[in-house]
């Protein structure tokens, strides 16, 4: 039986960019969630939404307790409901990212899900602003809401695949693709092949200088991204 490839993309600053929107929630969302007003900013930059929220409550004075970190999540996914109508307006898709989506969905080999810092909810809410959920099994999904560590989201997502697909994923055929060393670090620790494009903070020498097997400047060749994800 032919072995399949597990491709797990990042979302922000890989296939979309909500720069500045995602960020603005947090002022309200805090608030609703702890009654004060937020001093310091969170720090984002390929991490998990439980390490930021964590961080965030910390730098402001507040202990990071399950409960108030459970009601911060639920009021961000609020904020992300009200705004989602402003998204294709406000946010926008990143070159080749549909294209991308598109060829690896027409090829039988590969399956398509997200290992991403988001909360499950605003990763639906983000992708389907533009029609990305489409291709992608968002039910297999490493998501933010597990664990501080980004690396612990890639085994928890090749689990899941594994027990839907009823076959195990060899580490070297599973593909993380991102922006950040954090998705280099999340792919090379768990010995998995990690693609990584330059559309975020990030230059092409430091994702290179990270480790990662490929570097991109973009997903806009879509050849180029077939062929680094095949290998």
Known sequence: MT?????LWDIDHTLVDFTELGSAWYATAFTAATGATLRVNPVFGGRTELATTTDLLTANGFEAAPETIEALFKA?????ERAAHRFPV???VLPGAAEALTAFAGHDGVVQTLVTGNLPEISRHKLAAFGLQEHLD???????????????????????????????????????IGDTPNDVKAAL???????????GHFSAGELSAAGAHTVLPDLADTDAVRAAVLR
């Open 3 to 7: 072995k399949k490839r597990l491709v």
């Open 90 to 92: 406000e946010a926008r």
């Open 189 to 199: 620790d768990n010995g998995a092949v990690s693609v990584a494009v330059a559309t």
């Open 138 to 176: 968002l039910e297999i999904g490493g998501y933010g809401t597990l664990s501080v560590h980004r690396p612990d989201l890639v085994p928890h997502a090749m689990g899941l695949a594994a027990a839907k697909h009823g076959t195990e994923f060899d580490a070297d055929e599973v593909v993380v």
């Open 76 to 80: 961000l996914v609020a904020e992300s």
